[in-house]
């Protein structure tokens, strides 16, 4: 059974940082591209970035280039998302979905449950 | 960005009935040389991650009811269940994937038990 779990989310305040992580079990990630997902509060998802299985390309949301990086572990099918000089608008729940397929962002099959992260002072 | 616009924002349907929601996108997601449309729906409970339901805006993923469906091509889909149940209750959301990777979700459509 393919599952994954985030973690790394909390409460950091304006311009700090945050490591997100996400473990997968039942697959393997390089074989796919794995995305990081957010929602805020009543609002649908975002994407934010993706890591491409195949090539290990990169991806970005215009609203997050240049701040987050994502970044793989394949010996321990983890993927990560390194977030700096975090804002306000970076609030939300952020999910890990893995991909159908490898080498972009497609439709996403499986989600984690996702791991919240706030940005306040 | 494609914009993906969802209708309507909540919808009361009565159990046994069926409940049809819109998404309309900015631009055509349709790709002609193969004729799929790149769209996707996805259901969200409370307090849960979405689940995907369709792709090719009319492919039911495995294990999905077949009560759901999904229709339309070019700028214009549906969503629709045929026979409402207590457990469908959520909100469902419209995925492009026509351009990638920057796909982009609708707002969503709510959905309750009348």
């Known amino acids: 059974e393919v599952q994954l779990l985030e973690s790394g989310g909390g409460l950091v305040r304006p311009e700090g940082s945050l490591r997100l992580s996400c473990v997968g079990s039942?697959?393997?990630?390089?074989?796919?591209?794995m995305s990081w997902v957010r929602q805020a509060p009543g609002q649908g998802p975002e994407w934010v970035s993706t890591?491409?299985?195949?090539?290990?390309?990169?991806y970005y949301a215009t609203s997050v280039k240049g701040r987050f990086t994502i970044s793989s572990d394949n010996s321990k099918n983890t993927v990560y998302l390194e977030m700096n000089d975090l804002r306000a608008g970076d609030s939300a729940l952020y999910f890990c979905?893995?991909?159908?397929?490898?080498?972009?962002?497609?439709?996403?099959?499986?989600w984690g449950p996702g791991t919240l992260v706030i940005v306040s002072s | 960005d494609i914009v993906m616009t969802q209708s309507p924002k909540s919808l009361a349907v009565s159990l046994g009935e069926r409940a049809t929601m819109n998404c309309k996108s900015s631009?055509?997601?349709?790709?002609?040389?193969?004729?799929?449309?790149?769209l996707a729906w996805y259901q969200q409970k409370r307090g849960q991650p979405p689940k995907l339901l369709i792709y090719?805006?009319?492919t039911r993923e495995s294990g999905v009811p077949d009560r759901f469906s999904g229709s339309g091509s070019g700028t214009n889909f549906n969503l629709t269940i045929s026979s409402l149940q207590a457990e469908d209750v959520a909100v469902y959301y419209c995925?492009?994937?026509?351009?990638?990777?920057?796909?982009?979700f609708g707002q969503g459509t709510r959905l309750e038990i009348k």
């Open positions: 979905a893995k991909d159908v397929i490898s080498t972009t962002t497609r439709y996403f099959d499986s």
């Open positions: 039942g697959f393997t990630i390089k074989n796919y591209a």
């Open positions: 890591i491409a299985g195949a090539s290990g390309g990169t």
């Open positions: 631009q055509s997601i349709l790709h002609n040389s193969i004729n799929k449309n790149y």
């Open positions: 090719w805006a009319s």
């Open positions: 995925q492009q994937y026509y351009i990638t990777p920057s796909i982009t």
